[in-house]
């Protein structure tokens, strides 16, 4: 679009473009977060399985505007800015959006084709994202309300804008949290606003504060599992419908916390969209944070075991594909091969191995210096590797470029040998050996005593051979290393 101005406008002169357009444009489907799917072999001759006599009925119709769809004016490329949305649509609909609800009105609708000369009505809502958002979204649904509460965080990140007129002030330490539902889906979801909320405050609490004042949930019917996280809300594609497909062999398909999905897509508030990344190498920034979030929230929720459980399976996925290429790589990882599950199991899932390895080195609680300093510097603009870098650098004072270089840029995964002796009668000696190119992660020693007793001894791997010396009671029976969650290959 070229548009002439009628005369010359010095540089800084704020210009206000009203640009009217029209257009018939199709709802977008959820690609960036669905799984990978294979026919299921035990439905081959069946495709409905015991429920075909008992078929519900399709979806709840349902119009997701959103990043694949040119339904605003918008460039080829991201950046942030705040906005008001007016939305109007059948009475019987409702909408979540990115911003705060401001308004929702009912007016009169004439029959367009003027035959029947019937008077509906249609709802007009308006919406302000008075926090800077990458994009604008927004679903439209028969949705019904589920449930609505506060979640306690830390701080808000202020407003950038004046709050307009008759909006209700936002308590500086809450964020406003809203559940909607399909109508099937209703009565299924009565405990998720809390659950939802106890998930924005754990993050909250991690990260120091929240980047949104309201945040909106919509549960949705379907045959597979999905999601999408906007700026303000997030979408939850639940399976409740038969299908002949299976999601079980997809990378993400992580097995012990069903909740998964959905702290994923909540912890994608701060990861992706109050944070944003430089360009497609630097998905891992949204991706393997949001993974890493969501496993620690289980830890949190379910205790450690859970969270060391659902660690194991993304290593394994990940040690099992580095071989197709770098986490930089974006979503060009697997592209060739037509198999998203390799983006899914490097972006999402070694990338999130990673930020656990890097905690094992620097230790928590630096990790956790880190993450907030990451999210203060950055907070409403887009980052990169090196933003992550020096965000730890400056928190632990610790060089951490071949870590980033080694797991982020590079492909190849470090074997080391493990050999140990008594030095004296009192004295354990263990030597770690890297085998080929130097790397830079944490490393777990099990020692088993005479008695029976295990004892976990963390390790920082930062040199081609580290030499460790442990004073032990008395003679020990093994040595060996607790590897599950480290992408490292042991001889």
């Known amino acids: 679009m070229l548009i002439s101005l009628p005369q010359s406008v010095p540089r800084d002169t704020e210009v206000v473009l009203e640009i009217n357009y029209s257009s018939k444009l199709p709802a977008q489907s959820i690609d960036r977060e669905a799984l990978g799917v294979t026919a299921d072999p035990q439905q081959a001759t069946d495709p409905l399985g015991s429920l075909s006599q008992d078929r519900p009925s399709l979806p709840e119709p349902r119009y997701l505007y959103s990043n694949r769809v040119y339904w605003y004016p918008q460039a080829s490329i991201t950046d942030f800015a705040t906005a008001s949305l007016r939305l109007t649509m059948p009475a019987q609909y409702q909408a979540v959006a990115s911003g705060s609800l401001i308004s929702s009105t009912m007016s009169p609708m004439a029959d367009p084709?003027?035959?029947?000369?019937?008077?509906?009505?249609?709802?007009?809502?308006?919406?302000?994202a008075d926090r800077?958002?990458?994009?604008?979204?927004?679903?439209?649904?028969r949705f019904l309300s589920v449930g609505r509460t506060q979640a306690r965080v830390p701080a808000l990140a202020p407003s950038m804008v004046a709050a307009p007129p008759g909006a209700p002030p936002a308590a500086a330490t809450s964020v406003n949290v809203d559940v909607v539902a399909t109508p099937r889906l209703l009565r299924a979801n009565r405990a998720l606003p809390d659950r939802t909320a106890q998930m924005v405050e754990f993050f909250g609490s991690v990260i120091g504060e929240a980047p949104y004042p309201d945040f909106s949930l919509a549960a949705l019917d379907s045959e597979l599992p999905s999601g999408h996280s906007p700026a303000y809300f997030a979408v939850w594609n639940q399976p409740t419908l038969p299908t002949t497909l299976s999601w079980r062999g997809d990378p993400v398909s992580l097995n012990g916390y069903p909740l998964f999905f959905l702290a994923h897509e909540v912890a994608h508030q701060w990861?992706?969209?109050a944070i944003g990344w430089n360009n497609y190498h630097e998905q891992w920034l949204s991706e393997g944070l949001a993974q890493y979030f969501a496993a620690v929230y289980a830890g949190h929720d379910r205790g450690p075991d859970l969270e060391r459980a659902l660690f194991m399976q993304m290593r394994d996925s990940a040690m099992d594909l580095s071989r197709h290429g770098p986490v930089h790589m974006g979503y060009r990882l697997g592209h060739v091969e037509g198999d998203s599950r390799i983006f899914r199991g490097l972006v999402y899932n070694k990338s999130a191995v990673v930020m656990l390895m890097l905690r094992g080195l620097v230790g928590p609680e630096a990790f956790n210096r880190g993450i907030q300093r990451f999210c203060r510097t950055h907070r409403f603009q887009k980052a990169g590797t090196d933003?992550?870098?020096?965000?730890?650098?400056?928190?632990?004072s610790r060089p951490l470029g071949r870590f980033f270089d080694k797991w982020i840029h590079g492909f190849l995964l470090p074997q080391v040998r493990l050999t140990w002796r008594m030095a004296d009668s009192t004295h354990l000696a263990v030597k770690v050996e890297q085998l080929g190119e130097t790397f830079d992660f944490p490393l777990t020693l099990t020692i088993q005593h005479a008695d029976g007793r295990l004892e976990l001894i963390p390790v920082a791997v930062t040199e081609p051979v580290v030499d460790v010396v442990v004073p032990v009671p008395a003679p020990v029976r093994r040595v060996d290393t607790r590897n599950d969650t480290s992408l490292v290959v042991v001889k």
Not at 132 to 141: D, F, K, Q
Not at 387 to 396: H, I, L, M, P, Q
């Open 113 to 128: 084709t003027g035959r029947s000369g019937e008077v509906r009505s249609e709802r007009t809502v308006r919406f302000m």
């Open 387 to 396: 933003d992550v870098r020096n965000a730890f650098e400056a928190e632990t």
């Open 271 to 273: 990861w992706g969209q």
């Open 132 to 141: 800077s958002v990458r994009y604008l979204s927004c679903l439209i649904s």
